[in-house]
C-alpha cells in the first residue's frame, strides 16, 4: 500500500480548484459538495496556496471572521509544500508527518496542479470499506425503526 504511485491514487479524480478571492463561504460550500477536506487556490494555473477544513475553523471560526466576506486570498496557506506524482504514497505520508498537515497538493514537473492527496489516502480499500458497512448500517436502521 505505501508503494502504490501517487499518479496512480489520484487518478480519475480532477483536481479541485478556487480563485484567491473565492470567500471562505463558497469554499467551503465546494468542499462539502465534494466531499473533500482541502482546496487548491490557483492563480494564472499554477498553485497559491491550499484552504483546508482547519483553516475554517481556526482561522475563520475560531477568528471571527465573517466567512461571507473574508477571501481564501486572507485565510489560506500560501505557497504550500507541494509532491510530484511519481512520488509513493508512503513518502507522501512520511512528508506530510514531518510537515504536521494532512494535504499535499500533487502538481507535474512545471507546478500545474494535478490533484491532492490526504492522509485517508493511506487507509484506501480498507476505509471504503467502512464507509460501505456504515451506509448500509444506517440503511438498515432506518428500514427497520
Do not use: W
Amino acid at each position: 500500500m505505501p508503494n502504490r504511485l501517487i499518479r496512480d491514487i489520484i487518478a480519475g479524480r480532477p483536481a479541485v480548484t478556487t480563485a484567491q478571492n473565492t470567500s471562505v463561504r463558497a469554499a467551503c460550500r465546494l468542499m462539502a459538495e465534494k466531499h473533500i477536506g482541502a482546496l487548491l487556490v490557483v492563480e494564472k494555473g499554477f498553485i497559491a496556496g491550499i484552504f483546508t477544513e482547519r483553516d475554517a475553523l481556526n482561522k475563520v471560526l475560531a477568528g471571527n471572521l465573517d466567512p461571507d466576506t473574508t477571501p481564501l486570498s486572507q485565510v489560506m496557506v500560501s505557497n504550500p509544500q507541494t509532491i510530484g506524482p511519481d512520488k509513493p504514497l508512503g513518502y507522501a505520508l512520511q512528508f506530510m508527518v514531518d510537515g504536521g498537515f494532512r494535504h499535499v497538493p500533487v502538481v507535474d514537473d512545471r507546478g500545474v496542479p494535478l490533484g491532492m492527496v490526504s492522509a485517508r489516502d493511506a487507509l484506501g480499500q480498507d476505509m471504503v470499506q467502512l464507509e460501505q458497512n456504515q451506509r448500509f448500517r444506517e440503511h438498515l436502521e432506518e428500514n427497520i425503526a
